[in-house]
């Protein structure tokens, strides 16, 4: 079974310009979350949907991040446009569903550096 | 609120020795605690929880984690450290019956010398 999968694994952007990171969870994984770690620092919650529906986005950094799963698949994240601060490694995960025995299967991230 | 600390950002230690990557929470109820681990280029993967019960957990890959309820803590110890086991740490925590949104710590760089 193929796990959760990022694209692209490492983006390097100039400050202001627009990027898009994408995230694949398993297949059959209503669930779909988005994490920021900035470096050295914990690894933050941005938004959770199920299936293309957001049910918590309270983690959002501001309205420069956009946040897609249209049809419930695949998801996107957009930073438009980019500034020095949002450099840092974006994860995804995936679970069956949201309750506590359900665990949460984690990409490998996407290394976003803004210069 | 909740919090996670992990007071070390790298931890050294020599193959064949315990290691211990140390982690400390802050609740306001019941805690569920997680270690997870990231090898380079690689995701979070899940090592071990402590849910109730028994407090030492027992994980993947010879790992353990002792939940001590009056010290608020949940260090990971290993007893004989392995140079594959060099990675990113990461503790977590969730509250019983409230958000299913883990709490993660800032990591701790675990580096295990021949």
């Known amino acids: 079974e193929a796990g959760v999968t990022q694209f692209p694994s490492h983006s390097v952007i100039e400050k202001g310009q627009t990027v898009t990171l994408r995230c694949d969870p398993i297949?059959?994984?209503?669930?779909l979350y988005w994490y920021r770690r900035v470096m050295g620092k914990e690894i933050k919650f941005l938004l959770h949907?199920?299936?293309?529906?957001?049910?918590?986005e309270s983690g959002m950094p501001n309205n420069r991040f956009l946040a897609e799963r249209t049809g419930g698949t695949y998801s996107t994240l957009k930073v438009q446009p980019a500034e020095l601060e949002d450099s840092g490694v974006y994860f995804c995960?995936?679970?069956?569903?949201?309750?506590?025995?359900?665990?949460?299967?984690f990409g490998p991230g996407t290394r976003l550096t803004v210069t | 609120a909740q919090s996670v600390a992990q007071p070390e950002d790298q931890v050294n230690v020599a193959e064949g020795n315990p290691l211990t990557v140390k982690c400390t929470y802050s609740?306001?109820?019941?805690?569920?605690l997680f270690w997870y681990v990231q090898y380079p280029n690689r995701g979070l993967q899940f090592l071990l929880k402590?849910?109730?019960?028994?407090?030492l957990v027992k994980g993947s890959y010879g790992f353990e984690a002792e939940f001590n309820k009056s010290q608020t803590s949940f260090h990971l110890k290993k007893p004989s450290a392995l140079v594959s086991d060099s990675a990113l740490y990461f503790c977590?925590?969730?509250?019983?019956?409230?958000?299913?949104?883990?709490?993660f710590g800032r990591g701790t760089s675990l580096i295990v010398h021949p």
């Open positions: 609740v306001s109820g019941n805690p569920y």
């Open positions: 297949s059959g994984h209503d669930n």
């Open positions: 995960a995936s679970s069956q569903a949201s309750g506590f025995s359900y665990e949460q299967y």
């Open positions: 977590a925590v969730r509250t019983a019956g409230g958000s299913y949104i883990p709490t």
């Open positions: 949907f199920v299936k293309e529906s957001k049910q918590d």
């Open positions: 402590y849910i109730t019960g028994d407090n």
